[in-house]
């Protein structure tokens, strides 16, 4: 379950409405998770997905992100 999740800009602030979007520009998707239920492991070569977010601006312009290529990604201590 994705517990909760940001768009974050190259200085690494989360999109808001102080920090607007900016066309043609790339983000970053920070996100936290847990495997439910919590005694759940988490095998090499299991996959996951999630919903890609859109965003709603307050003048009704809705984006959300592109797809890309896979890459790997990792926890607080480094492990992938």
Do not use: H
């Amino acid at each position: 379950m994705v517990n909760d999740w940001d768009l974050l800009n190259s200085a690494g602030n989360p999109l808001s409405a102080i920090t607007p979007a900016t066309n043609n520009i790339g983000y970053q998707l920070k996100f936290n998770w847990t495997l439910c239920p919590s005694r759940t492991i988490l095998n090499e070569g299991d996959t996951f997905s999630i919903n890609r977010p859109t965003v709603t601006s307050s003048s009704g312009i809705s984006w959300l992100p592109m797809n890309s290529g896979w890459i790997n990604f990792s926890d607080n201590s480094g492990i992938v």
